[in-house]
Nanobody, 122 residues
Framework: VQLQASGGGSVQAGGSLRLSCAAS????????MGWFRQAPGKEREFVAY????????DYADSVKGRFTISRDNAKKMVYLQMNSLKPEDTAVYYC????????????????WGQGTQVTVSS
């Protein structure tokens, strides 16, 4: 499985960005997918998760109500719509494929995209 994240950029606080993650591989439609982020000097943290069917979606408390994860299995794409962005959302964002049981721990994910930078200025 190969993952390619894109869509990052620089925005002002209150703005929006939509991240995309393009996946290759036969099993994508049966894979749960997640978004994580890592700010400078901080550990990588969970942002959002979506099951293969979209029937289960989890969010970190810090992004609930502002971010929306979605997927299009036919196109092998996962998206993260980010609204009402805050300076504390500044980080490199990664998409990843879940291989384990839990959804919020990065060690439960086996394939990772290269990351896309999101910078939010105040």
């Amino acid at each position: 499985v190969q993952l390619q994240a894109s869509g990052g950029g620089s925005v002002q606080a209150g703005g929006s960005l939509r991240l995309s993650c393009a996946a290759s591989g036969r099993t994508f439609s049966r894979d749960g997918m997640g978004w994580f982020r890592q700010a400078p000097g901080k550990e990588r943290e969970f942002v959002a998760y979506i099951s293969w069917s979209g029937g289960r979606i989890d969010y970190a408390d810090s992004v609930k109500g502002r971010f929306t994860i979605s997927r299009d299995n036919a196109k092998k794409m996962v998206y993260l719509q980010m609204n009402s962005l805050k300076p504390e959302d500044t980080a490199v964002y990664y998409c990843a494929r879940r291989s384990g049981i839990t959804t919020t721990k990065d060690y439960e994910y086996d394939y990772w995209g290269q990351g896309t930078q999101v910078t939010v200025s105040s």
